[in-house]
């Protein structure tokens, strides 16, 4: 599994500083975040799942779309796993892990954060 850091993205928290705030984030659901890297944008979410955080960028690593269809929603009917809505791919959403569909066995790229006193900060 790979983990990439926002720094040197355009408009994106400098290390330490405040991407969101945890309490914004309902159970369940993810917010979405777009920096320009480069020539390219990177999309991230930030998933509140059982009480734990968890971020990624949004991008499946079987064709590249991003995961979900609908704002905020990334986690499959039963939300047992994160779904990307493309070709259905199921991925664990405490490691990334792609547990089932076209690219089982490969992950989710991580987002390096740090959470402090409520608040989800670039790491
Ligand atoms: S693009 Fe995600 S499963 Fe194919």
């Keep these: ?7 040197g993205c355009a408009g994106a928290p400098a290390l330490g500083d405040v991407i969101c705030s945890v309490k914004d984030i309902k159970e369940g659901m993810a917010l979405e975040f777009s920096y320009q890297n480069g020539d390219d944008l990177l999309d991230i979410f930030i998933l ?4 734990k ?3 990624y960028k949004n991008t499946c690593p079987h064709a590249g779309t991003p995961l979900n269809m609908m704002p905020e929603t990334f986690m499959e009917r039963t939300e047992t796993y994160l779904m990307c809505h493309t ?3 199921l991925f664990n959403y405490s490691t990334g892990e792609c547990v089932g569909g076209p690219c089982k ?3 989710l790229t991580q987002i390096s954060i740090q959470i402090k006193e409520g608040l ?3 790491a």
């Design 87 to 89: 070709h259905g791919a």
């Design 120 to 122: 989800v900060l670039a």
């Design 105 to 107: 066995g490969s992950y």
């Design 1 to 7: 599994m790979s983990k990439i850091s926002l720094d």
């Design 53 to 55: 955080i968890y971020a």
């Design 48 to 51: 509140r799942k059982e009480g």
